[in-house]
């Protein structure tokens, strides 16, 4: 791709609105789980990890003991909504026109890092699981082949609390990146372009590696595994084809945050064509799919290094049962960086050459 077909009418970006919704989710998320962590530390109910160094402690948390985990995530409360509240305070209104002060900048940096490790570290598999069987679970739904007590178990409270702390955790890096955006708008429009180019090959390259060992499984080809495994599970082969298709589906998405049609919508849709595309979807959608992916990514690699089993019996001697899960935090990385070089871009106000085409 030509860096130099960048148009050259720049304008100057208008300062972000700051909004206070990530500030109102950070504080009040703060102020329940500081109490409930200090309850669930005296031994109330309600504790929604399971506890003990066992095969099927999935989150971290649920590695340590009652009493430490919960005072351990009151505590990690606490930080977040101390964080939250410096970076709302009107004085740093400015340093959204403003490069930060290195004080503002490391409290931002802080931040992120504190959201992250609540969003991504701290919760496991189960939202994107959600995700992935969304459609399925509305087509149950609506054709009734699903009760309500089996669809109040795909979301009960252990489950709805990863949720909600990977809302907290996104809305808190949310508040830190946006401290640090006129720092990071210093990066000239080719330079974010070959940047976000770089981590887009990354974010197409592993769910297609991802996608080729389960859509081969729906084939009947053993890519990665034996055939006696294979056959051992066949009969849910279309479940990991139909997250394989949402995989290359949401690669292809991706390319977007590099191409003229991520910019400006292109011709074959209706009511929009020719319009620009908001600079914030792109980035919130990436957003969106790269912490689940991660955090999944990062309890698969926690459970494979404890050595407890997951997928199919027998999936831990097979590689191609868990490798490709390996890979899914350099995706949601990767996924992670696209989308914030297309943000620093679009913010200088210009566009690639042949638009919407």
């Not at 949402?246 to 590099?258: H, M, N, Q």
Request: positive net charge.
């Amino acid at each position: 791709m030509n860096t130099t077909s960048l148009g050259s009418t720049a304008t100057a970006p208008p300062a972000p609105r700051r909004g206070l919704v990530p500030v109102l989710i950070v504080a009040v998320w703060s102020l329940a789980y500081t109490v409930l962590g200090v309850l669930w530390a005296l031994g109330g109910e309600g504790y929604p990890f399971p506890t003990g160094a066992s095969a099927e402690s999935t989150t971290l948390l649920g590695l340590l003991p009652q009493p430490v985990g919960a005072l351990t995530l009151a505590s990690i409360a606490v930080l977040s909504g101390l964080l939250a509240l410096s970076l709302a305070r009107p004085r740093q209104a400015s340093a959204m026109a403003h490069p930060p002060s290195p004080a503002s900048s490391a409290t931002a940096v802080v931040a992120v890092t504190v959201g992250l490790v609540v969003a991504v570290l701290l919760t496991d598999s189960r939202i994107l699981t959600t995700i992935g069987y969304l459609p399925m679970i509305i087509g149950a739904v609506l054709t009734g082949g699903l009760e309500p007590a089996e669809l109040s178990a795909l979301m009960d409270w252990p489950s709805l609390n990863l949720l909600i702390m990977m809302v907290a955790g996104i809305s808190l890096a949310v508040l830190g990146m946006r401290m640090l955006l006129p720092r990071l708008r210093r990066t000239s429009p080719a330079r974010a372009l070959r940047v976000g180019t770089a981590a887009v090959i990354v974010a197409v390259i592993v769910p297609v590696v991802y996608a080729v060992t389960r859509l081969g499984w729906f084939l009947g080809i053993p890519v990665g595994i034996s055939e006696e495994f294979l056959t051992s599970f066949e009969h849910i082969t279309p479940i990991g084809a139909g997250l394989a298709t949402f995989g290359l589906l949401g690669a292809v998405l991706t390319t977007g945050l590099v191409r003229p049609w991520g910019e400006v919508w292109p011709r074959w849709v209706p009511f929009l064509r020719g319009r620009p595309v908001p600079v914030r979807l792109p980035v919130y959608a990436a957003v969106a799919v790269a912490v689940p992916i991660a955090s999944a990514g990062g309890m698969f690699i926690r459970l494979k290094l404890r050595g407890a089993p997951f997928g199919p019996p027998g999936a831990a001697s097979q590689p191609g049962a868990w490798l490709p899960e390996m890979l899914w935090p350099v995706w949601g990385a990767a996924l992670a960086v696209a989308a914030l070089a297309y943000l620093v871009r679009r913010g200088h106000g210009l566009y690639l050459t042949g638009q919407g085409r």
